[in-house]
């Protein structure tokens, strides 16, 4: 990777000898592969569409429209979680992992000879939904704690305070 850096980089700028730590903590690369993973099933909801409802039993126009619209979703959440609103795009997946339940819930009783792949997807997106509610309260504690407002009109400046400072001030001047 270090090549590849100093392959883009002009003469004049300093050379990247080392990397330091990443910033990023467990909660933002599961966040990162949430996002992505749901670009790409958003992206083959939106392309493979029939085959999705083939594969689930509900073939059909309006079926294909519902699974293209849930796949537009999950790409704007899957950016969006990417961008600075990482908290709002993981939100936004969560409440998407809910309407993909309840779909698939209504799929489960029209579907025709394929209720074990609509059992599959529920599990699938059930498990994601885990996932993508434990990061949504992993980003929101941590932003909440970064956003306090700390009180600091108790503190001097001094380090032992005023009055300690003000009595050394007084056996100083009264020698």
Known sequence: MTNLV?????????????????????????????????IGLGTMELIG???IA?????????????????GAREIAAGVMTLSTEKKLGLWTRAAGDGLDTIALLGALQASRGQRSNVKLALLVVLGAAVLDVYAANAI????????????FSGRSGFPKGVEQTRLVGRAGSAE
Request: glycine share 10%; charged share 20%; aromatic share 8%.
């Open 6 to 38: 100093h392959f883009t980089r002009s003469k004049g700028d300093p050379k990247i000898i080392t990397t330091g730590t990443s910033s990023a903590t467990g909660v933002d690369l599961l966040a990162k592969s949430l996002a992505w993973f749901g």
């Open 49 to 51: 569409s029939n085959r």
């Open 54 to 70: 083939r594969f689930l039993g509900v073939e059909g126009a309006a079926s294909e429209t519902i699974i293209r619209a849930f």
């Open 140 to 151: 929101t504690a941590r932003s909440a704690r970064s956003s306090r407002v700390q009180n």
